[in-house]
């Protein structure tokens, strides 16, 4: 691997962090609350997508009222903090991570998880070396990392959008990264099914090798 040209802005939840079971557990206590029988991950990857309540309304038939929404976020949040201390970084992430910085690479961190939150997470994984800047979501839950992604650009020092590939497990990251005209790959291990992602009209892979293989070749 020689110099990198490229940066790479790095999914969290579903694409370094493999938190999938702990989301399915949270998801499903969130249906329980209102009524709704529990979902396989199956049906979770071909339904989902943002913002998170018309993924609610794929499975209910119509948006969550306010009410219900502020209701089944709170028991969400309250059951994947209960989960996600018993997952890891997905397969490769660490090595592949120190890779692509030791070989001259940049990358960073952009995720809708908590920024409060996800600092400690990612540095108790004792990655948070390997990211020239690392950003979660501030504000309500829920929404588009569209508007997350301009903030994030904008405090990188020397990266251009069209040399920076985004990395994530989400039709969202592709949605975000076309909208700064960055690339995008995305990853089937995290919330979406390969069909899905595949509607998005970027390269879709099944390992986080693939990816950063694929980033080289979009900006080589």
Not at 31 to 41: K, N, Q, R, S, V
Request: hydrophobic share 40%; aromatic share 6%.
């Amino acid at each position: 691997m020689g110099k990198h040209t490229a940066h790479i802005v790095w999914d969290w939840n579903g694409t370094l962090f493999h938190d999938i079971d702990a989301v399915m557990s949270a998801t499903n206590a969130a249906f329980a609350e209102i009524g709704l029988e529990p979902i396989t991950l199956a049906r979770y990857r071909a339904l989902y997508c943002v913002p998170i309540p018309r993924f609610y309304e794929r499975l209910m038939g119509r948006l969550p009222t306010q009410a219900e929404w502020d209701h089944m976020d709170v028991v969400f949040h309250r059951h994947y903090r209960d989960h996600h201390i018993r997952c890891g970084l997905a397969d490769g992430a660490e090595s592949l991570l120190a890779g692509w910085q030791e070989a001259g690479g940049t990358q960073s961190l952009l995720s809708m998880h908590g920024h409060e939150e996800l600092v400690p997470l990612v540095r108790g994984f004792g990655i948070e070396r390997r990211f020239i800047r690392v950003d979660g979501r501030t504000g309500p839950s829920g929404g588009s990392k569209t508007a997350h992604m301009d903030r994030h650009l904008s405090g990188l020092t020397g990266v251009v959008a069209s040399r920076t590939v985004v990395i994530g497990d989400a039709v969202d990251d592709a949605v975000a990264a076309a909208h700064v005209g960055a690339h995008a790959v995305l990853y089937t291990g995290g919330s979406h099914s390969r069909e899905s992602l595949v509607e998005a009209g970027v390269p879709v892979v099944d390992s986080l090798a693939e990816a950063v293989a694929e980033a080289e070749r979009l900006v080589g």
